[in-house]
């Protein structure tokens, strides 16, 4: 078995409270990043955009985190916006990955989504062949207007997840995964 096989058919994320520092250094987060933007992108249009979220930012939005779920939830106590302030604050690094799919002439904006979400994994793969663990989520803030905007998203872009990036003692055990009997088929 080749090594990038073995990391394919061994990932596993990790939840973000079990994900510890340090984090991916800035040549690791170039790397990173350098792989993530190496996804086939039908027309070069690049449809996809990194936001990244550490330290003091992970503070600040967790701050409109909490302040959202407050405006919507006048009921929840403060242990709950504690924990919804925390959501983007468990690991060292979170990286918003923004799809920035929209109409185009020749490439359906399907294929735009698609190259988004192939970005995501290939973010989610490098950081684990550097020796971090990850965790793709997207959670009720990665669809409040509220948060995207607090993020600078535009407002024809949207999430397609948060990828929660730091190292792990324990990793989960893995889930039962479908049996290829089930999901393949034959033409």
Known sequence: MNATLDLLRTRRSVPP??????????????TILAAAARVPDHGKLAPWRFIL???????????VVAGTYA???PE???????????????????????????????IPEW?????AGAAAMNLVVAANAL???????????????????AL????TERLAGF?????????PGDRPRPALADIVSRY
């Open 131 to 149: 020796g971090f663990r990850t965790s793709w989520l997207t959670e009720w803030m990665t669809y409040d207007r509220r948060v995207l905007d």
């Open 53 to 63: 979220i550490e330290g003091e930012g992970q503070e600040r939005i967790g701050r």
């Open 17 to 30: 409270a079990l994900l510890s520092g340090p984090g991916p250094s800035a040549e690791e987060r170039g």
């Open 76 to 106: 929840a106590d403060a242990a709950r916006l504690a924990a919804e302030a925390a959501r983007l604050a468990q690991a060292p690094l979170v990286i918003a990955v923004v799809s920035r799919a929209a109409a185009h002439a020749k």
């Open 152 to 155: 600078g998203l535009a407002p």
């Open 111 to 115: 294929e735009q989504v698609l190259s």
């Open 71 to 73: 405006a919507d939830h």
């Open 163 to 171: 990828v929660h990036v730091g190292r792990a003692e324990q990793v």
